[in-house]
């Protein structure tokens, strides 16, 4: 499926509230390239660094839209933020079919359902019950 088509000087658009998921759900992130539990900082990329006790995710990027290190999944208290890391494809979140650009280094709050696009990467935020 392809992308929506946003282009990538469009104007920042302030997400409407993610869903509230109750504090004993467990964050996931599913992709092509299988279904990762977000426990802790992931960085995502198509070779990202990552600091001590996190996460180097590695995505597949066909179309090498990805930046090395592209963004950062983020758990925290209130749910799971997501940030971009000055990737040069930008990253969007779709959200009740209307697609949101992440500012550069501004933490934005995901929720469950949310679809995120690193670059042309496509993924999808859940929570699940353990």
Do not use: K
Not at 12 to 40: C, K, M, N
């Amino acid at each position: 499926m392809a992308p929506p088509v946003v282009p990538p000087a469009a104007p920042v658009v302030q997400a409407a509230a993610p869903v509230a998921v109750e504090a004993t759900y467990t964050w996931f992130l599913a992709s092509d390239d299988g279904t990762h539990r977000i426990d802790r900082d992931h960085f995502v990329g198509r070779r990202p660094g990552a600091d001590a006790g996190a996460v180097a995710l590695v995505l597949e990027d066909r179309a090498r839209t990805l930046s090395r290190t592209h963004a950062v999944l983020r758990p925290v208290r209130e749910g799971l933020v997501l940030e971009d890391l000055g990737s040069a494809n930008g990253t969007r979140i779709e959200r009740s079919g209307t697609v949101f650009a992440c500012p550069e280094g501004t933490p934005v709050p995901v929720g469950h359902g949310d679809v995120l696009w690193f670059g042309e990467v496509r993924a999808q935020v859940y929570a699940a019950h353990e």
